[in-house]
């Protein structure tokens, strides 16, 4: 039995909710009772993605600062706990960065017409991900514990000065395709401007809730584990 | 009883001519912080420029090798361009990624022709890391101008089509764009070094770290060929010395750590 | 056929939950095992 067992469950009927809000509550045009939807014209039901989505992405977000904070950490304190920490969360932010720019692709195939645009902020999530792979890619290339975990933290807080500068910035002051480019004002992430209708924000903020909650919940299995194996691994 | 005679020092010149180059209405204390900077920071950091291109220009093999590869790779475009003529977006495209590529094989010989050799730890005995940074950040800076300059001018003699109306803002992204590049690519040299597949691991780590400034200096070189004004491409300035400014304040804090075994 | 023509929003919930369930399903003995081995590492 898991510990905090019916934390973690509650959490899981959490995210049953918000998936079974997302994808049934019925979407009508002009809603009235609390659980209908407004009809985006030319997203109709597809709009539903977004429920799925930005969540991921700030998701991915969040599992990208913590790795590099646990990296700044580990260059102030030289504990190797903070290195095991930083690499399960580049892990699951990996995870969920395929996860966003998949599901990301899929809706812009209908959106937008092609799985690939190079907007700026698709541009920025591939960014992300190529950062990710090369902090994998160096990590495997060392093989001293200390040393690694030393390369590994300066190359994620390199990344971490440059990639806000992709993530908030650019998105903003080039023309894109997302909301909130230049041009546009609908507003997005991580301004909480949302043109949505009440109800449709509070399945959309829940379900960012619940995938935080998951990311945490995740990141403390993973972090577990590797203590456990660089325990019986010294043993 | 004879007594020792105590050896006659020379005048140290040196340190008096700084101070006679200062003006008296500077106070004691700060006179010696700026001279302990100058003798603990500079002037090594200089003497690592002056070795570093001293032994790059006296064996040739790596400027040579450097410049073949620009050589190569700009006959390759030329080559699979044939007679085509490309629209301008593209050939301001191109001219980044030969000079991207060609950062690539040349900048981090810096730090790992250090480590090939076997002179890193008497280098670490000799100076403060700070001073390493800043010599091989400089010597980097100079390799990637006179590179990007040689580039800039082969390709605009030898690509048609490349046509610059406002010469301004092209070169100053070339001089913006090449600070912007030595800046990036010396920290990821110095981390790369210490690590095994060294070659392959330098432009996998560099690239995402350099992608909003690939970006901004593409940008720009297609203003310079549309014939926009200078101001317009003040924004893409402002991007580019933010981002070498940036990046030098955090590898320079950063290098201790990666410099250190 | 008509009826999954009709409803087909359903049935794609119903795939989305049955996989969903699995998954909670899975992390919750992961969860459970990894315990378990903390607590034998720990004795």
């Not at chain 1, 991921?56 to 290195?83: E, H, N, Q, R």
């Not at chain 2, 008296?24 to 001279?35: F, K, M, N």
């Not at chain 2, 100079?142 to 003699?157: D, E, P, Q």
């Not at chain 2, 317009?232 to 933010?242: M, P």
Request: hydrophobic fraction near 55%; charged fraction near 15%; proline fraction near 4%.
């Amino acid at each position: 039995m898991p510990r905090y067992f019916l934390a973690k469950l509650s959490l899981l009927l959490w995210l049953t909710g918000v998936i079974i809000a997302g994808i049934a509550m019925p979407m009508v045009p002009s809603p009235e009772r609390w659980f209908e939807l407004p009809i985006i014209p030319a997203l109709e039901q597809k709009a539903r993605i977004i429920f799925f989505h930005v969540p991921m992405s700030w998701t991915t977000l969040v599992a990208f600062i913590a790795s590099t904070v646990y990296g700044i950490m580990f260059l102030k304190t030289k504990k190797l706990d903070y290195d095991l920490r930083s690499v399960s969360a580049a892990g699951l932010g990996t995870v969920f960065c395929v996860l966003a720019t998949v599901t990301g692709s899929i809706w812009a195939k209908f959106n937008w017409g092609s799985f690939w645009n190079w907007d700026p902020r698709e541009t920025s999530i591939f960014v992300l991900l190529l950062i990710y792979g090369a902090y994998f890619a160096l990590r495997s290339a060392i093989e001293v514990d200390e040393k690694r975990a030393t390369l590994a933290a300066v190359y994620s807080i390199i990344a971490g000065v440059t990639a806000p500068f992709f993530i908030f910035v650019m998105p903003r002051i080039m023309t894109g395709l997302h909301p909130g480019a230049k041009g546009d004002e609908g507003g997005s992430t991580p301004v909480a401007q949302l043109h949505m209708p009440a109800n449709m924000r509070v399945v959309f903020f829940a379900s960012i809730i619940g995938f935080t909650l998951l990311y945490f919940w995740l990141f403390s299995i993973r972090v577990r584990l590797a203590r456990i194996e660089s325990s019986s691994e010294q043993s | 009883m004879r007594v020792l005679k105590t050896p006659s020092r020379a005048p140290r010149i040196r340190v008096h001519s700084w101070r006679m180059v200062l003006p008296r209405l500077v106070s004691g204390p700060s006179v010696q912080y700026l001279e302990s900077a100058v003798k603990s920071l500079f002037v090594p950091s200089y003497q690592i420029f002056l070795k570093d291109s001293s032994s790059e220009l006296r064996t040739r093999y790596a400027l040579n090798a450097l410049f073949m590869f620009v050589v190569t790779a700009l006959s390759i475009i030329l080559f699979s361009l044939g007679s085509e003529s490309v629209s301008s977006d593209v050939l301001a495209g191109m001219l980044w990624v030969i000079i991207f590529f060609s950062s690539m094989s040349g900048l981090s010989r810096t730090f790992v022709a250090e480590e090939e050799r076997g002179t890193v730890q008497t280098l670490q005995l000799i100076s403060r890391p700070s001073a390493v940074y800043v010599g091989k950040l400089t010597f980097n800076f100079a390799l990637t101008l006179s590179l990007n300059v040689v580039i800039a001018l082969l390709y605009l003699l030898l690509v048609n089509g490349f046509a610059v109306q406002t010469p301004s803002i092209f070169w100053a992204t070339l001089v913006l764009g090449s600070c912007a590049i030595a800046s990036s690519s010396t920290i990821i040299a110095a981390i790369i070094a210490k690590a095994h597949t060294r070659g392959t691991l330098y432009p996998v780590l560099s690239f995402p770290i350099m992608l909003p400034m690939l970006i901004t200096v593409i940008k720009a070189t297609q203003l310079s060929m549309e014939g926009a004004f200078f101001s317009e491409a003040l924004e893409e300035f402002q991007i580019l010395i933010s981002y070498t400014v940036v990046l030098v304040a955090v590898s320079a804090v950063l290098f201790d750590f990666v410099w250190r075994d | 056929m008509d009826f999954l023509a009709e409803h087909q929003l359903y049935i794609v919930l119903t795939i989305v939950l049955i996989i969903w369930v699995g998954l909670g399903g899975y992390l919750l003995r992961l969860d459970g095992k990894v315990t378990k081995l903390e607590k034998s590492v720990k004795k």
